[in-house]
């Protein structure tokens, strides 16, 4: 079983940087592969953006886009934990970051692929 609790998150200014750190409770954290979404505030009909995943071994990872260059994700499976390394933090940043569990290797960015969640961190970036 996988149980995931995200933290880490916080209230910084534009050009912050911030950690966020997911942490699987389980026994089997190295047989998923892990991919970081966020929410946007105000769209909770929306589905959840995909930021970054991480291949089960942390070797391939993939980023989104407009995350590319600031983000960095990586993982430590002897602590259970995948990290997203956030710089440059910019004010459309703002949203609940969620990490997620997929037992695919590697590293799907769509949000049905994965069917383990936390309950979420808030990172707010004002400007």
């Known amino acids: 079983q996988v149980t995931l609790t995200e933290s880490g998150g916080g209230l910084v200014q534009a050009g912050a940087s911030l950690r966020l750190s997911c942490t699987d409770s389980?026994?089997?954290?190295?047989?998923?592969?892990m991919g970081w979404f966020r929410q946007a505030p105000g769209k909770p009909g929306k589905e959840r953006e995909f930021?970054?995943?991480?291949?089960?071994?942390?070797?391939?990872?993939m980023y989104a886009d407009s995350m590319k260059g600031r983000f960095t994700i990586s993982r430590d499976n002897a602590k259970n934990t995948v990290y997203l390394q956030m710089n440059n933090l910019k004010p459309e940043d703002t949203g609940v970051y969620y990490c997620?569990?997929?037992?695919?290797?590697?590293?799907?960015?769509?949000?049905?692929?994965?069917?383990?969640w936390g309950q979420g961190t808030q990172v707010t970036v004002s400007s």
């Open positions: 930021v970054a995943g991480i291949s089960k071994s942390g070797g391939p990872t």
């Open positions: 997620a569990a997929d037992p695919e290797e590697c590293c799907s960015f769509i949000y049905h692929s994965y069917p383990f």
């Open positions: 389980g026994r089997t954290f190295s047989s998923y592969s």
